[in-house]
């Protein structure tokens, strides 16, 4: 999978928004973008993926640049329980055996202070 | 209902030992994954298996033996046990619907294994 890039770590107050940024400039036509997140003491959890137009769900939307070289995850209210390391991740368009995984980087730990 | 289950949820063990996690899932997916996270919180897949079959195995040294009885379930055996081993393992499914760059995987609560 492609590389992508985040800040190590973001703060936010609770029932403002949050943007988290993730860059990906190597990314391929077909490569979809999607969010992960981790709770602390919790598996990962799906947030959203997208491919080229913004993408609205219940937990989040998903900004995707014209160029897609960049991508941001908002959270239009944050609440304490979105305390998490969030995931950025590219999905190799390539439906090959080997990208049956999803390849974790750093992630970006936020903060949502009360 | 628990979509993804593990068991057990904490594992404590001495050097040597051979233990296993067990893993099911009642989403009715066909495709399994173990994940490892070490100390420094990285997060690697480990093995992926695809209706019963193996399709991703991570350089993982050849005491962890993955099993998979049937599509609900993929086990997990460690042998001989070191020190290195401690981590925190989190299982996976997922069904490819469409094509596999759109796949959503849905991970298990994890298993916290210390080994001493």
């Known amino acids: 999978d492609a590389k992508t890039t985040q800040p190590n770590s973001m703060e936010s107050n609770e029932e403002e928004p949050v943007h988290l940024p993730c860059n990906h400039s190597t990314i391929s036509g077909t490569d979809y973008i999607h969010w992960y997140r981790q709770l602390p003491s919790q598996g990962p959890e799906y947030v959203i993926h997208?491919?080229?137009s913004n993408v609205n769900n219940r937990m989040a939307s998903l900004a995707i640049a014209e160029d897609r070289k960049s991508s941001t995850l908002i959270l239009h209210r944050a609440t304490l329980r979105d305390a998490a390391v969030y995931y950025c991740?590219?999905?190799?368009?390539?439906?090959?055996?080997?990208?049956?995984?999803?390849?974790f980087g750093k992630g970006t730990l936020l903060t949502v202070n009360p | 209902d628990t979509a993804v289950s593990q068991t057990p949820k904490y594992l404590v063990t001495q050097m040597g030992n051979d233990k296993s996690i067990k893993c099911e899932q009642n989403?009715?997916?066909?495709?399994m994954y173990w994940y490892k996270q070490d100390s420094k919180k990285f997060l690697k897949i480990m093995f992926s298996?695809?209706?019963?079959?193996?399709?991703i195995n991570e350089t993982v040294p050849n005491r962890f033996s993955p099993k998979s009885p049937d599509k609900a379930h993929l086990n997990l055996h460690i042998n001989s046990l070191e020190l290195g081993d401690s981590a925190v393992y989190f299982c996976?499914?997922?069904?490819?619907?469409?094509?596999?760059?759109?796949?959503?995987?849905?991970f298990g609560p994890g298993t916290r294994l210390l080994v001493l």
């Open positions: 298996y695809n209706n019963k079959e193996l399709i």
């Open positions: 989403l009715g997916h066909d495709t």
């Open positions: 996976a499914s997922s069904q490819v619907l469409g094509t596999l760059n759109q796949e959503t995987q849905y």
């Open positions: 997208g491919l080229t």
């Open positions: 991740i590219l999905r190799d368009g390539n439906s090959g055996g080997s990208n049956y995984k999803l390849t």
